[in-house]
């Protein structure tokens, strides 16, 4: 009776882990590219998803925009013009 009860419970282990694994949250600023064997499947937007335990790996990409303030000069070298920028100190 023990034996049942102990594998009972190692089989409960292995599946709660399972089930852990193959859930996962896109947040609101991120996109949820999903792999399955290093190829693109889908992209996923905000919500709980699922994925295939294993097989499907989950890469967020941010999608926030973001902006820097820079400090630049037109430089003229001949006919081609550069835009040489440095970032502004704050």
Known sequence: MIEFYVTLGILLVILFALASYSVFIVKQWENGVILRFGKIVNVQETRLHFRVPFIDSVMK????TQTIDMKGSLLSQRTTFLWASTPSSS
Do not use: A, E, G, T
């Open 61 to 64: 990409v941010d999608m926030r």
